[in-house]
């Protein structure tokens, strides 16, 4: 890597080609970046004085000698900067017959432009730049309008060319062709930059001379339309970070593919290309190492795993109505509603290799029982990323009797599937946090809610909000206790499940640390839990006792149980 000052005549000289990636996105600055670029020229211009603007980083390409340009670099940072520039430079020529000045900054010793720009651009970019005299130029493309934006508001006696030219610096920093650019994009990511791994993905995949491939490959299941583009481009939180949906995919997929035999893959690249901050690092590496560098060898097979996995995975199920059937909508809820997406690597190699329909439903449902009745005993996951990503796929888990034989012969126990006494004692006894909380008695709901008979359907997991019965602030309404014990295990017992209920919407703070019966009708405007728990058979049949104790937490506790036993039933 070398970094340092560099100028516009350090970046374009003559005998170097700059390519910004072929498929990536359009240039996107519109009158507010044009604007200021122009006011910053005139100040410039009139001071005389250096003008910093900001970073650019190029990337060294290979070269051979059938090149006319020995010199080949990527343009990884900087893209929206030198094509503006390109633009405003050529308008302002144009006006004070300079072109000829133009050319020789901005195009080769060939006559060609230096800035080779993307698929999207490259059309209308190479129309303005290879203009011999002002003209009206119709487009709705950005790299259009910034001409027009420039021929129209550009005032040459504002502007003087040379001062500008000298004085505009930049931060310039050389990769050559082995250096590691996703570090690079990682720290442009830190300053708010939005490249992502899809973006250097795509310009891995595919050079200029494959637009037939690309549109096959990759437009026709990424970009083919905006409700393809918005589909794949939802950011959801996993973790401590924020992914999108086209990024989960290439996650999954690779892990899905180092599990196959037939390439044995060692385990220390097993171990590096789970990491997601090194995805794109990734696919290059087993591309190279376990596929001969063929980047085409799957092409064809990922295109088929994108459409499986834009068919069945939905994030929109938490806002809408939950089925009570077992299959992929109710694991989708698990998914996006309980933040569990380590699962999705599992579930697409299960929709992708199980045909049979009722399989893969009886797989899905004991994938169920097993994630919620761990959840209610609260077992760790820490192992859920190695059991989802690497051994139930390695091992080829497709059926419902494979998984309960996979987990049998495990020594360690870590992933154990809890018995019903377990169960019982998770709901009596264990804390949870909310989201599992309203999650469990959500799935418990969905399960056993008669459909038939209720006037009001089962809303999205995300729109429940969970309620303790017996309020955390008890004191107050709910009578004293003689003795620390009762009020430590009161505080306790509060907590659990059989206190929990989810509700269509929060009280208001006054009625939710009220008398039980206040709570339960609400006070004046305020409304209370049986206006809010609209059909909700997990709650409804409580909500008729005159008290509400450590007594009738046990007895719900143990009737939730009793159902979740028949909903996650082993």
Request: hydrophobic share 35%; aromatic share 12%.
């Amino acid at each position: 890597m070398d970094a340092g000052k560099r100028t516009i005549n350090d970046i374009f000289n003559g005998n170097r080609i700059l390519e910004i990636p072929f498929f990536q996105r359009s240039y996107v600055w519109g009158d507010d970046q044009w604007e200021r670029l122009l006011e910053d020229m005139e100040n410039v211009s009139l001071s005389n004085k250096p003008y910093f603007l900001g970073s650019v980083i190029l990337k060294q390409q290979p070269t051979n000698t059938a090149n006319q340009v020995g010199d080949i670099r990527t343009l990884i940072d900087g893209q929206q900067r030198l094509t503006t520039l390109n633009i405003f430079f050529k308008v302002l020529c144009l006006k004070t017959n300079q072109n000829s000045t133009f050319e020789r900054i901005f195009k080769l010793i060939s006559n060609d432009i230096a800035l080779k720009h993307n698929h999207n651009d490259i059309e209308a970019f190479e129309i303005i730049l290879n203009l011999t005299d002002e003209k009206d130029l119709v487009g709705e493309d950005n790299i259009t309008k910034a001409y027009t934006y420039f021929k129209k508001n550009v005032d040459p006696t504002k502007l003087n060319f040379q001062n500008i030219l000298s004085k505009i610096l930049f931060v310039g920093i050389d990769l050559d062709e082995n250096e590691d650019e996703q570090q690079i994009f990682d720290t442009i990511n830190s300053l708010g930059v939005k490249l992502t791994t899809a973006e250097l993905l795509k310009n891995y995949f595919f050079n200029r001379t494959e637009i037939n491939s690309y549109n096959v490959y990759w437009k026709n299941v990424f970009e083919k339309d905006d409700d393809t583009k918005n589909y794949w481009d939802r950011e959801i939180t996993t973790g401590r970070l924020k992914r999108t949906f086209i990024d989960l995919f290439f996650y999954s997929y690779l892990q899905i593919k180092i599990q196959e035999n037939t390439f044995s893959v060692k385990t220390d690249d097993k171990i590096e290309f789970s990491k997601v901050e090194q995805l794109f690092e990734s696919y290059k590496k087993f591309i190279k190492e376990y596929l001969n560098n063929d980047k085409n060898a799957i092409l064809a097979e990922l295109k088929e795993y994108a459409l499986i996995f834009q068919e069945n995975f939905d994030f929109d199920i938490i806002e809408n109505e939950l089925t009570d059937q077992h299959g992929v909508e109710r694991i989708n809820a698990i998914i996006f509603g309980l933040e569990t997406s380590t699962l999705i690597p599992y579930v697409l190699y299960v929709l992708k290799n199980v045909p049979d329909v009722h399989t893969k439903n009886e797989l899905f449902e004991f994938l169920e029982s097993y994630i919620m009745r761990r959840m209610v005993v609260h077992a760790n996951t820490k192992n859920y990323n190695q059991l989802f990503t690497d051994r139930l796929i390695s091992h080829q888990i497709l059926s419902k009797q494979e998984f309960t034989d996979f987990l049998e012969t495990q020594s360690d126990k870590i992933n154990f599937l809890p018995t019903d006494d377990e169960l019982e004692n998770g709901f009596h006894s264990e804390i949870l946090i909310n989201k599992q909380s309203a999650g469990i008695l959500y799935l418990i709901e969905s399960k056993i809610r008669n459909r038939s008979l209720q006037s009001t359907q089962v809303l999205g997991i995300n729109k429940y909000s969970l309620e303790h019965l017996m309020p955390k602030k008890w004191e107050n309404h709910w009578g004293k206790l003689s003795n620390q014990e009762d009020r430590i295990k009161r505080n306790r017992k509060l907590l659990t499940l059989g206190n929990l209920t989810i509700i269509t919407q929060s009280l208001n703070a006054t009625i939710r640390d009220s008398s039980w019966a206040t709570k339960k009708k609400g006070k004046a405007d305020k409304k209370g839990l049986l206006q809010y728990s609209g059909g909700l058979e997990t709650i409804s049949k409580y909500l008729q006792l005159q008290e509400w104790n450590e007594e009738t937490i046990e007895e719900r506790a143990n009737d939730l149980y009793e159902q979740a036993k028949k909903v996650w039933k082993i």
